[in-house]
């Protein structure tokens, strides 16, 4: 496969993820859930990049 068409690949599926996640989060009325996550994803990227 050539390398470009693998990269397209890739960066379509980032791109589905991370607008699942926003569909997600958008959905998401409870403060305290919100503030959960934020929390948890702000210490894993610190810990995990």
Do not use: A, C, P
């Not at 990269?7 to 607008?19: A, L, S, T, V």
């Amino acid at each position: 496969m050539d390398k470009n068409v693998q990269n397209e690949d890739r960066f379509n599926e980032k791109e589905h993820y991370r607008k699942k996640i926003i569909e997600m989060v958008n959905g998401i009325n409870n403060r305290s859930i919100l503030e959960y996550l934020e929390t948890f994803i702000r210490l894993y990227i610190e810990k995990w990049g």
